[in-house]
C-alpha cells in the first residue's frame, strides 16, 4: 500500500524512519568512513543514520524557496572539492569516498530533485530521499516516491500517517528492495540460522503495520486536511507584520507535515518566550529543528563552504497546533492569541 501511495513498485517495513534511513544507506554501499551529502538543516536522525554507517554527513545549505537540499550548492561543492582517483569519488581535502546524496522533504516540501539526480547521474551517486512526513506529497505531478532511487517515510506517533512507530523503504528497483529486506531482517538465509553478513533486527511488528495499513487507507483525507490547516493559518495571519509564512514551492504539492509562522526578528529567547505565554494560554507551540552543523556530535562534519539560509532561518520558525485532529474554531483561537502577542 505504501509503494502504491508512493508511486513506486516496491516496500519494505522499517521498525523506524531511522532504521529505514540506516538500511537503505547500507543497501546502496554506504561504509565507514565515507561522506554522505545531507542538509544540515534536518532533524538529526538524518545524520545518525549516516553514523550508525560509521560514515560522515557533508553538511549542506538550503534553498530560501523550500528549505530544502540547494541543488546549486551541490553542483558547485561537487565540482570545487571532488575529485575522480582509482574509480572512486572523492573529497579532496578529507581523501573520503563521497558515497550518496540524502536531500531532505523538509515539512513535505520536495527540492530540485530534476537538478539533484542529473548532478547525481554525472557523479554516479545514488540519491536516498529522507521523506519522513512528506508521504502523500507529490513533485511535478509524480507522486513521492518517483524521483529518487529510494525513498524513506517514517510513521512516528507525530507524522501525518501513523502506526505509532516505524518506516518505510520504497524504490522501484528490485535489487534494493530485496537487499533492504534482507539486511533489516537479520540477513537470515535459511530456517536452519545461517546468516551471510551482518544484519539488523529493523523489522516493524505486526500491531504497528495493522494500524499503518488502517491508517494509509486515510492518507489524501489527512494530507488534505495538513493543507488546510497551514491555508487557515496563513488567511488568518496574514494582516500581520514582522512575520512570513513556511515556504510552499512551486514544483511540490506539500504535505505540509507542520504549520507555523518565522519571525523575521526572532531568535530563540524570543521564541522560547512566546512558546511559553502560549503555553499559559493552553496552546502549545514550539521551536523547529536546530541545524546538525550546531550540534556536538557533528562539530567535525564536513562542511560546505556557506550555510547562510540555514543560519538565518532556523530560530526563527514557530511551529503552531497542527495535527489531523484540531478543528477551525481552535486553529482561530490559536491565532488570535498569537495576534495578541505579536501586537
Known amino acids: 500500500m505504501a509503494a502504491d501511495i508512493a508511486g513506486c513498485r516496491y516496500a519494505v517495513a522499517t521498525s523506524s524512519g531511522t532504521t529505514g534511513l540506516h538500511t ?17 538543516f534536518t532533524f538529526i536522525a538524518t545524520a545518525n543514520a549516516v553514523s550508525h554507517c560509521g560514515a560522515t554527513p557533508w553538511l549542506l545549505d538550503i534553498e530560501t524557496e523550500s528549505w530544502t537540499l540547494s541543488a546549486r550548492q551541490l553542483k558547485n561543492e561537487l565540482n570545487d572539492k571532488t575529485e575522480i582517483r582509482n574509480g572512486r569519488l572523492i573529497h579532496k581535502e578529507s581523501g573520503r569516498k563521497v558515497a550518496t546524496i540524502m536531500p531532505v522533504y523538509t515539512l513535505g516540501n520536495i527540492p530540485d530533485m530534476d537538478m539533484i539526480m542529473a548532478i547525481a547521474k554525472e557523479y554516479s551517486l545514488p540519491v ?7 508521504l502523500g506529497a507529490k513533485y511535478n505531478g509524480k507522486k513521492v516516491g518517483e524521483p529518487a532511487d529510494c525513498t524513506v517515510f517514517s510513521f512516528n506517533g507525530n507524522k501525518t500517517v501513523t502506526s505509532g512507530g516505524g518506516g518505510a523503504i520504497v524504490t522501484d528497483n528490485e535489487e534494493i528492495a530485496k537487499k533492504a529486506k534482507h539486511i533489516s531482517t537479520t540477513a537470515r538465509i535459511s530456517p536452519e540460522y545461517d546468516f551471510d553478513m551482518v544484519g539488523y533486527n529493523y523489522r516493524m511488528t505486526n500491531i504497528q503495520a495493522a494500524v499503518g495499513c488502517a491508517q494509509l487507507e486515510r492518507v489524501e483525507e489527512f494530507v488534505n486536511k495538513k493543507r488546510h ?3 487557515t493559518y496563513n488567511r488568518l495571519l496574514s494582516d500581520l507584520d514582522g512575520i ?5 514551492p512551486k514544483n ?11 519571525i523575521k526578528d526572532g531568535g530563540l529567547e524570543k521564541l522560547r518566550s512566546m512558546c511559553k505565554e502560549l503555553k499559559e494560554k493552553g496552546i502549545e507551540a514550539r521551536t523547529f529543528w536546530k541545524p546538525i552543523h550546531l550540534q556536538e556530535p557533528y562539530k567535525h562534519a564536513i562542511y560546505a563552504d556557506t550555510l547562510e539560509v540555514t543560519d538565518n532561518i532556523w530560530d526563527k520558525i514557530l511551529t503552531l497546533p497542527c495535527s489531523t485532529g484540531i478543528t477551525d474554531d481552535e486553529i482561530e483561537t490559536v491565532a488570535d492569541t498569537l495576534r495578541e502577542l505579536l501586537r
Open 24 to 40: 537503505a544507506l547500507m543497501t546502496c554501499g554506504v561504509g565507514r568512513d565515507d561522506l554522505v551529502i545531507i542538509p544540515s
Open 128 to 134: 536516498i530521499a529522507d521523506a519522513a512526513a512528506a
Open 229 to 231: 490547516v497551514r491555508e
Open 244 to 248: 512570513e509564512f513556511f515556504p510552499e
Open 252 to 262: 511540490t504539492s506539500s504535505s505540509c507535515w507542520f504549520s507555523g509562522i518565522v
